[in-house]
T-cell receptor
Framework: TQLLEQSPQFLSIQEGENLTVYCNSSSVFSSLQWYRQEPGEGPVLLVTVVTGGEVKKLKRLTFQFGDARKDSSLHITAAQPGDTGLYLCAGAKVGAGSYQLTFGKGTKLSVIP | GAVVSQHPSRVICKSGTSVKIECRSLDFQATTMFWYRQFPKQSLMLMATSNEGSKATYEQGVEKDKFLINHASLTLSTLTVTSAHPEDSSFYIC??????????FGPGTRLTVL
């Protein structure tokens, strides 16, 4: 079973601060996805990164896929209360006739106004 | 992005009854759909993989006779919780895999068994 370590598990910061969430694994992934989930709702896809070293930006969010495709980070600049939620990373491993998506345990982010 | 719907969003039932939850991919065809269960303040726990036209693959510890999955078409999978008990109360979420191996999630179904 692949393990995807996500850290920190909880994060409470003041509005305007920056933060980084990490996902690390000893396994190589075909792609890595980041989701945000709000209470009582399903996870919403934020981004998919596929290429080692890839960097994607989504407004104040910057996603990076490690060169070896084993780890990823999510950096939020000038956090806003609307960024509050559960952030989940998920690594996909695709093989001949097989597909597996492994989730991290999530980072619960609270941005205090 | 792709859209996945789930119905119902909330259901309350009596112990011993069965409940069916539908998952639909609205704007794409999904040969593979997934059913997850989520406990409060925890990440998603994969229950089973639903393959169109074939039997579902269940994760270890998930009772296939209790959680019946049917993937009748490329856009619809259903999960039936049979003889529900209070311990089955949970948040059930489905997802659908696109042809680019991305999963899109439904909004979830909150099941409460009295």
């Amino acid at each position: 079973t692949q393990l995807l370590e996500q850290s920190p598990q909880f994060l409470s910061i003041q509005e305007g601060e920056n933060l980084t969430v990490y996902c690390n694994s000893s396994s190589v992934f075909s792609s890595l996805q980041w989701y945000r989930q709000e209470p009582g709702e399903g996870p919403v896809l934020l981004v998919t990164v596929v290429t080692g070293g890839e960097v994607k930006k989504l407004k104040r969010l910057t996603f990076q896929f490690g060169d070896a495709r084993k780890d990823s980070s999510l950096h939020i600049t000038a956090a806003q209360p609307g960024d509050t939620g559960l952030y989940l990373c998920a690594g996909a491993k695709v093989g001949a006739g097989s597909y597996q998506l492994t989730f991290g345990k999530g980072t619960k982010l609270s941005v205090i106004p | 992005g792709a859209v996945v719907s789930q119905h119902p969003s909330r259901v309350i039932c009596k112990s011993g009854t069965s409940v069916k939850i539908e998952c639909r991919s609205l704007d794409f065809q999904a040969t593979t759909m997934f059913w997850y269960r989520q406990f409060p303040k925890q990440s998603l726990m994969l229950m089973a993989t639903s393959n169109e036209g074939s039997k579902a693959t269940y994760e270890q510890g998930v009772e296939k006779d209790k959680f019946l999955i049917n993937h009748a078409s490329l856009t619809l999978s259903t999960l039936t919780v049979t003889s529900a008990h209070p311990e089955d109360s949970s948040f059930y979420i489905c997802s659908a895999r696109t042809n680019t191996d991305t999963q899109y999630f439904g909004p979830g179904t909150r099941l409460t068994v009295l």
